[in-house]
């Protein structure tokens, strides 16, 4: 059993919150998403795994079914003490969907 658990012998303050804003931003990418979507259509998203979901699901679901996925798979890299691969995302997430979402908003 001591195999499955990886003991945490300290706290990594710099992973806690890498993963805290990896959350945030997960948060804030489903609401501009769903903002967008109900004010421009569902074109207007340009990730096809969340396209889909949303086809398949209905924005509500379909947006929340992905957004709760990446949180887990993030979640998962930070139990498994990938911290920096957890920045990383977080960074490219700012980059390529809280940006060009705010700036959609902002020039509407």
């Given amino acids: 059993m ?7 012998d300290t706290r990594c303050v710099f992973g806690d919150l890498m993963v805290l804003g990896f959350v ?14 109900t004010m421009w259509g569902p074109g207007i998203e340009a990730n096809p795994l969340v396209s889909a979901a949303v086809a398949t699901a209905g924005l509500g679901a379909g947006l929340a079914g992905a957004k709760l996925m990446a949180i887990g798979f993030g979640i998962l890299l930070h139990l498994r003490r990938v911290h920096n691969l957890v920045a990383f995302l977080t960074a490219v997430y ?11 908003f902002l020039m509407r």
Wanted: aromatic fraction near 12%.
């Fill in 24 to 37: 945030l931003v997960q948060c804030l990418d489903g609401a501009f998403t769903y903002l967008g979507v």
């Fill in 2 to 8: 001591a195999r499955l658990c990886k003991r945490w």
């Fill in 94 to 104: 700012l980059a390529a969907a809280i940006v060009p979402w705010a700036a959609m």
